[in-house]
């Protein structure tokens, strides 16, 4: 069955660093996902992506995020200068079109530690 | 505005007893209901949905969850528990307007006991 992956599983960074979390979502899917999950939280919605593009945006994607599909196969998340609260998994997800009543399937996650 | 909530954090039972997690909603228009379950240091995966039709949802791995309308609810149950359902459930809603984001609940922690 296809999957979503994500790389890394587990980054630590100090604060203040860039950090790149990359993903290759299933291969027909159109529309793209990240979301992330504050340790004991639930999981918050941040962006999504659609024919190169930012679709729609939470107010927590703020301008030290930035998406990015630089070919045709991977999907990556930057965060530019990375606080203590970023520290979070972040899920990449994708489905097949906009439609609302399509499942969205998410990867495995990329555990993001900030100190 | 969207929102979900799953009212009970945690949710204990005997394996073989029959299971329900709870969750309501608030969507403006049709709901687009979820059910996603994660097991310890893993991803979201998808259970079932609803999205129009009969109420009842068949899903993965035995479950089912019943769309209830004028309780705006969306519970998820399964009939006979297994040790290894133990895991974090997630409820999540989409509106069917113009948006693409999914809205989860804070979730609930299912603790089968043998």
């Known amino acids: 069955e296809p999957e979503v992956t994500q790389t890394p599983s587990h980054q630590v960074t100090q604060m203040g660093q860039e950090v790149i979390l990359r993903c290759v979502p299933i291969?027909?899917?159109?529309?793209f996902y990240w979301y992330r999950q504050i340790l004991g939280q639930k999981v918050e919605f941040l962006v999504s992506?659609?024919?190169?593009?930012?679709?729609?945006k939470s107010e927590i994607f703020d301008d030290q995020f930035s998406v990015e599909r630089p070919d045709g196969s991977n999907f990556t998340l930057k965060i530019r200068s990375t606080k203590l609260e970023d520290s979070a998994m972040y899920f990449c997800?994708?489905?097949?079109?906009?439609?609302?009543?399509?499942?969205?399937?998410f990867g495995e996650g990329s555990w993001l530690t900030v100190v | 505005a969207q929102s979900v909530a799953q009212p009970e954090d945690q949710v204990n039972v005997a394996e073989g007893n029959p299971l329900t997690v709870k969750c309501t909603y608030s969507?403006?228009?049709?709901?687009?209901l979820f059910w996603y379950v994660q097991y310890p240091n893993r991803g979201l995966q998808f259970l079932l949905k609803?999205?129009?039709?009969?109420?009842l949802v068949k899903g993965s791995y035995g479950f089912e969850a019943e769309f209830n309308k004028s309780q705006t609810s969306f519970h998820l149950k399964k009939p006979s528990a297994l040790v290894s359902d133990s895991a974090l459930y997630f409820c999540?809603?989409?509106?069917?307007?113009?948006?693409?984001?999914?809205?989860f609940g804070t979730g609930t922690r299912l603790q089968v006991f043998p």
């Open positions: 969507v403006s228009g049709n709901p687009y």
């Open positions: 609803y999205i129009t039709g009969d109420n």
């Open positions: 992506f659609y024919n190169n593009e930012i679709s729609e």
């Open positions: 997800a994708s489905s097949p079109d906009g439609y609302s009543g399509n499942t969205i399937y």
């Open positions: 999540a809603v989409r509106g069917a307007i113009n948006t693409d984001k999914l809205i």
């Open positions: 291969s027909n899917h159109l529309y």
